[in-house]
């Protein structure tokens, strides 16, 4: 079976700075990797996508992700980081066979201050 | 191009009771999931149909059903409601499930209240 671990449920990022997410993953074969965001109720919109092609992935609103498989994780970054990020984000595995049942970690929340 | 579209957005009940949200996946797209998010567990995985036909299901008790319509809409059911049963619940929508890349597409979610 699959697993996600997002290290830290909040993260707290001035206007303008790094921003970095972690996520680890656990997968037996090789796994297809999601970031997604929440905003206020609302659903989730995917962020990006790793399905082992580029292991840099670059995605929407200036975000991008590595995929490290010799550290088996998948961590989000932003260069700058805009008041408009606040949100939560929840990293996501599935694998090839069953790749609509996506197993999510407990999301990191996002908080940009001034 | 609409996206997902699940109805109702809110929706009170009480415990003993039964509901049955629906989902409405974006046009050409045929595999359906569902997922119950909570503060305490966060986000799971209910079930996913495909083609008329529940292809995976998760670990939740059989209160829980669904169904998927030949025009690929999707509804499931919860039976003799419990208070744990408050929560988001978020319907995702793809083109084929099968050895596939293709992202989920997520609804907004019909957030479920037990009283």
């Known amino acids: 079976a699959q697993s996600v671990t997002q290290l830290g449920s909040h993260v707290s990022v001035s206007e303008g700075a790094l921003v970095l997410l972690r996520c680890n993953y656990s997968?037996?074969?090789?796994?297809?990797l999601f970031w997604y965001v929440q905003y206020p109720n609302q659903g989730l919109q995917l962020l990006l996508k790793?399905?082992?092609?580029?292991?840099l992935v670059k995605g929407i609103n200036g975000f991008e992700a590595e995929f490290k498989k010799s550290e088996t994780s998948f961590h989000l970054t932003k260069p700058s980081a805009h008041m408009s990020d606040a949100a939560e984000y929840f990293c996501a595995v599935s694998v090839p066979g069953t790749a609509s049942k996506l197993t999510f970690g407990t999301g990191t929340r996002l908080q940009v201050t001034l | 191009k609409a996206g997902v579209t699940q109805t109702p957005r809110y929706l009170i009940k009480t415990r003993g009771q039964q509901v049955t949200l629906s989902c409405s996946p974006i046009?050409?797209?045929?595999?359906v999931s569902w997922y119950q998010q909570t503060p305490g567990q966060g986000l799971q995985f209910l079930f996913e149909?495909?083609?008329?036909?529940?292809?995976n299901k998760g670990n939740f008790p059989g209160r829980f059903s669904g169904r998927q319509f030949s025009n690929s809409r999707s509804e499931m059911n919860v039976s003799t409601l419990e208070l744990g049963d408050s929560a988001l619940y978020l319907c995702a929508s793809s083109l084929a499930p099968t050895e596939s890349n293709q992202p989920q597409h997520f609804g907004d979610g019909t957030r479920l209240s037990i009283l």
């Open positions: 790793y399905t082992s092609a580029a292991t």
């Open positions: 149909y495909f083609s008329e036909t529940q292809r």
């Open positions: 046009s050409g797209h045929r595999s």
């Open positions: 997968s037996s074969v090789p796994p297809y």
